[in-house]
């Protein structure tokens, strides 16, 4: 057994080296991963290699951390017998580095069975190789065998055990968890968003504006992220992240993956979405939970497997996607939301804006709780891996983009009313690229209490009051501040001047 224990907690030390651990493969080719996996493969008509997890999405009912849950001895000797048995059965070990921003770049070391080298595969198309003899910043171990499912991690320590679950978002977002967990203490604040880098004519001169989508899976944060806005050269829009990010106190953001993305697959049209559907079905990418026939052809309409299909791909198979990964700044922020009651976009005070984060308002996910998919539900930054209180994030988020002096928006991707007038791709692209030009023109408007624009080149505006679609739309505005203002005061370290800004 290893020496950690209650009194002495787990920690990056107690794992073996694995460079001297006879159980263990260290730092094998992406051909040897795939090749471990051979016997749960199904090869695609594409070259690439499709595997069906038994878990399907995160397991946070299961999660607990170290800051916010009260550990017991129970919890530390999950920790222990994972540690313990890297070296009682045959592991792979495999390290890349997460983030190239001089102060937020950290090594990851990730350990995990042999047989399911599959894992590891995915996760290595995510983050970039290290430099050999680099001792890491944050190690996981997976465990997909186990019989009880259990996710534990100590923040401080650096330290994550997966077991029980064989879904690769688990490891993917046990390091990114971390990430943003100390980027909060160096003064930021981790985001779990997009970024991009529009190259705009503004006055008959380029300049670079600066964007960040926050929003849950399947709300259109990637969909956005990774749009060029139909601009034409000179004018670009390039996608820098598409998952996690962090925003620092001098108005940089720092990028997380440098080397991929874990995409969602349903639906994945390659007309409505050619460049993505482009890099999903390159050889290189690797498929988890989409439906390949025996013959290898690929159905991304089908749900066989629930509708969290899932795609790990680079970024070099991306034409939108930059060489850098951090944004010099940030110019504007937009919450992504499905409320049904809220226009295609508003504009928000800095106060206003940390209420927004705070609601975090959007719909239940196959990537969150298959069970609740397309329920309304409210997460905090809409990111679902924080760590600390919640009401300190808010307070943070507010002092950030204030101070940084941060245009931050609500933009809707769903419909308004009872799906009687949608919003689509189309509207919110017109809106971001005019948001980014500073042409749109706004106004406050007294139906909902926002400002909203008034005038958008190439876009009707006025054909999307969201009061001519509900009915009883005031009455219901009106419940609806009430019960927003009521969730805030759930948070007590929530700055009131944040509680009295709700819309």
Known sequence: MSNCGQESHPSREDFPDPTATETVTYDPSLADLRRFSEHLERTTEFGSPSYVSEQRSRAADRTKNAVDDAFDGGDYALIESAIDEIGEREMVCLDRRMGRHPEHSYVCRYYVPKEYGRIARSWANLFEPVESDADPDFVTVQLPDRDETAIRVLPDEG????????????????????????????????????????????????????????????????????????????????????????????????????????????????????????????????????????????????????????????????????????????????????????????????????????????????????????ESIRVVGTNPFIVGPEGEEGNRFRDLVRDLDVECFVLNTGHLGPGAKDIGVTESVTLLREIARGDVEWADDDATGLTIPSDVAGMDVDSFAVEDYVEEYDEKRRALREERRRYLESFETLDAEIRDAVY
Request: glycine content about 12%; overall charge negative; aromatic content about 6%.
């Open 159 to 374: 330290v994550t055990v997966v077991l029980g679950s064989d879904y690769t978002g688990e490891v993917k977002k046990s390091f990114l968890r971390l990430f943003m967990y100390h980027a909060k203490a160096a003064g930021g604040l981790g985001l779990h968003a997009g970024s991009k880098r529009v190259r705009i004519e503004r006055d008959g001169d380029l300049t670079d504006v600066g964007q960040v989508f926050m929003g849950l899976s399947a709300t259109g944060k990637s969909t956005l992220t990774a749009h060029g806005l139909w601009l034409d050269d000179p004018e670009s829009a390039t996608m820098l992240q598409d998952d996690v990010c962090a925003l620092l106190a001098d108005g940089t953001v720092a990028g997380s993956e440098g080397e991929g993305l874990y995409v969602k697959t349903i639906g994945l049209d390659a007309d409505e979405q050619p460049e993505m559907y482009d890099a999903v079905t390159d050889e290189a990418a690797v498929l988890e939970n989409v439906d390949v026939a025996e013959d290898g052809t690929v159905d991304f309409d089908s749900d066989r497997y629930g509708k969290n299909g899932r795609a790990s791909i680079r970024r070099a198979d991306l034409d939108s996607a930059g060489d850098d990964i951090d944004l010099d700044r940030a110019d504007q922020l937009f919450f992504i939301t499905r409320n049904p009651l809220m226009p295609p976009v508003a504009r928000l005070g800095p106060d206003e804006a940390a209420a927004a984060f705070m609601l975090g308002e959007s719909i239940e996910t196959s990537a969150g709780d298959p069970s609740k998919a397309g």
